[in-house]
């Protein structure tokens, strides 16, 4: 299983744009890129998810770069209402059926 | 409403007595996992489901049990519950456990054990 590696926590401050970087050296080629966000007391919500390149929706953008060992969730004009643990979670069908989510990015977003 | 439930959302029981928390989805989906939360450790999976009659341990398997008779229930079960099984448990399920996967989460419950 690719392992993870995620800032500990981030601060912004409310309209900025956060990016946050997660580092998986030993991605394999089958693995896709997932985001996921989680409130406090609340499960993880998934944010987005990409293989390569760039992916938009309508809350985020996921940078992947050509050689896939890291990847960059950029959230574009964060609120107060984005402070939240965002986890980054590698997963495909190499390495057994085990998901293992990271220690993931508290970011705090003040006003 | 899609969805994965949880039940109850709240516990407090004494050490050594059984308890099960239930988790059911709508979902169809074939793959079904329990995590636990503890402050400063994030999520660690304890047991998940390929499919009925297929589980496997995840990381922190030690003291629970679980059973997949159904394709929708997954219930997690403490034979002799101690304090150290304190901590908020999560289910999740997706459609099957592959690259593209997308886990959803139900929405906790809060185990105290005294």
């Known amino acids: 299983l690719a392992k993870t590696t995620q800032p500990i926590s981030m601060d912004s401050y409310e309209g900025q744009e956060v990016n946050i970087t997660c580092s998986h050296n030993n991605i394999a080629t089958n693995d896709y890129i997932t985001w996921y966000q989680q409130f406090p007391s609340q499960g993880p919500r998934f944010i987005i998810q990409?293989?390569?390149t760039k992916v938009t929706n309508e809350v985020a953008s996921l940078f992947i770069p050509a050689d896939r060992k890291s990847s960059t969730l950029s959230l574009p004009r964060v609120s107060l209402s984005d402070t939240a643990v965002y986890y980054c979670?590698?997963?495909?069908?190499?390495?057994?059926?085990?998901?293992?989510f990271g220690a993931g990015t508290r970011l705090f977003v003040k006003a | 409403e899609a969805q994965v439930t949880q039940n109850p959302r709240y516990l407090i029981t004494v050490t050594g007595k059984k308890l099960t928390v239930t988790c059911s989805q709508n979902?169809?989906?074939?793959?079904m996992s329990w995590y636990r939360q503890d402050p400063g450790l994030g999520l660690r999976q304890i047991y998940y489901?390929?499919?009925?009659?297929?589980?496997d341990k995840g990381d922190v398997p030690e003291g629970y049990k679980v059973s997949r008779k159904e394709k929708r229930n997954f219930p997690l079960i403490l034979e002799s519950p101690s304090p150290n099984q304190t901590s908020l448990y999560f289910c999740a399920s997706s459609l099957s456990r592959g690259r593209k996967e997308t886990q959803y989460f139900g929405p906790g419950t809060r185990l105290l054990v005294l």
């Open positions: 979902m169809n989906h074939e793959y």
């Open positions: 990409g293989y390569k």
């Open positions: 979670l590698v997963a495909g069908n190499t390495g057994g059926f085990k998901t293992i």
């Open positions: 489901s390929m499919n009925v009659e297929v589980t």
